[in-house]
C-alpha cells in the first residue's frame, strides 16, 4: 500500500498534492517492476556460461532487493526507508535502484520501470527520473 502523504505539509496541501491517492491512512497498488540489466561488453563474459550474470543469482538478486522488502507490505509502515520518505512511485523507482545496485555488478544496471497503472509509469535511471 502507498499512502502518498507528507508529514511536511498540512492537510490541504497533501489534497492539492497528491490529490485522490492523498490518504495518511493508506491505500492499496499493486506495482509492477520491470527492470533492465544493460550489460556492456566491457565485462567480462563468462566461457564456460556464456553470460555476466547468472540468472539464477538475478533472481536471488531480485527476491532480496525488491520482493523481501516489498511484496505485500504496507510501504509507510513495513518499509523502514518509506518511514521518512513519501512511497510515490518515483521513491518507489529510487528504493528499488538502491537495492539492486549493491547487489549486482557495478555498470550491469540500465534502468528500473515502475507501473502503478498502465498510465502511470515512472522510469529511473539512476539520478534521472522520467516519466511515461
Not at 48 to 73: C, F, R, W
Not at 97 to 112: A, F, H, S
Request: a negative charge; hydrophobic letters at 40%.
Amino acid at each position: 500500500a502507498c499512502i502518498s502523504h507528507s508529514k511536511s505539509l498540512s492537510d490541504e496541501e497533501n489534497l492539492k498534492l497528491f490529490g485522490k491517492c492523498n490518504n495518511p491512512n493508506g491505500h492499496g497498488h499493486n506495482y509492477k517492476a520491470r527492470l533492465l540489466i544493460f550489460l556492456l561488453f566491457s565485462l567480462q563474459i563468462d566461457p564456460v556460461s556464456g553470460m555476466v550474470i547468472n540468472l539464477t543469482d538475478l533472481k536471488e538478486y531480485m527476491q532480496e532487493a525488491i520482493m523481501e522488502p516489498l511484496d505485500h507490505k504496507n510501504l509507510d509502515k513495513d518499509v523502514p526507508y518509506f518511514a521518512e520518505v513519501v512511497s510515490t512511485t518515483e521513491n518507489v523507482a529510487v528504493f528499488i535502484w538502491e537495492n539492486l545496485k549493491k547487489l549486482l555488478p557495478m555498470g550491469t544496471l540500465y534502468k528500473v520501470k515502475v507501473y502503478e497503472t498502465d498510465q502511470n509509469i515512472v522510469v529511473y535511471k539512476g539520478e534521472e527520473t522520467i516519466s511515461e
